[in-house]
């Protein structure tokens, strides 16, 4: 016969057991999807992921409006690339030999420019004048660094995934 503080303890500690094991798992998916990133890296000799830090960066070979180019990171588990720091910025700026869209858009306030995950972008970024807004330009471009142009204009695009080495 237990009594109610000792059930509580036992439901306490099978409640910690559960934590424990969800961490586990959840670590065990995050190191598998790392895998299968690098994997995927490794044996795709012409493969047009490159890595910078804790990122692969995905550079397309064809051209689409900012949508579908989002659209299409996420069908391969990934996101257009944002840019947070000015190490990133360069390695970029090197690697894209032409324009490319990022993660980057004023569509849900005019003027409140936003990368995908939530986050303002640092001024310093943006090319000296921009964002402009000329004509209508609500979606971001790595132009050196950024520049707003229209979101239905076709433009090769970079994916970006973490992995966690
Ligand atoms: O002068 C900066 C200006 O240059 C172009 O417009 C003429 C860019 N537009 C495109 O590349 C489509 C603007 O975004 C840029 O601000
Ligand atoms: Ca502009």
Not at 76 to 105: I, P, R, Y
Not at 130 to 135: T, V
Request: with cysteine; hydrophobic share 35%.
């Amino acid at each position: 016969m237990i009594n109610s503080q000792e059930k509580k303890n036992k439901d306490d500690l099978l409640q910690n057991i559960q934590n424990v094991e969800e961490n586990i798992n959840a670590k065990i998916v995050e190191q598998m999807n790392n895998l299968r990133s690098l994997w995927q890296l490794g044996s795709q000799n012409n493969s047009s992921w490159k890595r910078f830090g804790s990122k692969l960066y995905y550079f397309s070979q064809t051209s689409e409006p900012w949508e579908k180019a989002r659209e299409q990171c996420v069908a391969m588990g990934a996101t257009l690339a944002m840019v947070k720091t000015d190490e990133q910025m360069a390695f970029l700026a090197n690697e894209s030999t032409s324009k490319h869209w990022l993660g980057l858009s004023d569509i849900g306030t005019e003027g409140t420019w936003k990368w995908l995950d939530g986050s303002i972008p640092d001024k310093r970024l943006w090319v000296p004048g921009e964002p402009n807004n000329e004509g209508e330009e609500d979606c971001g471009e790595i132009h050196g660094r950024l520049n707003d142009i229209p979101c239905d204009l076709l433009r090769p695009w970079v994916c970006e995934k973490s992995i966690a080495i």
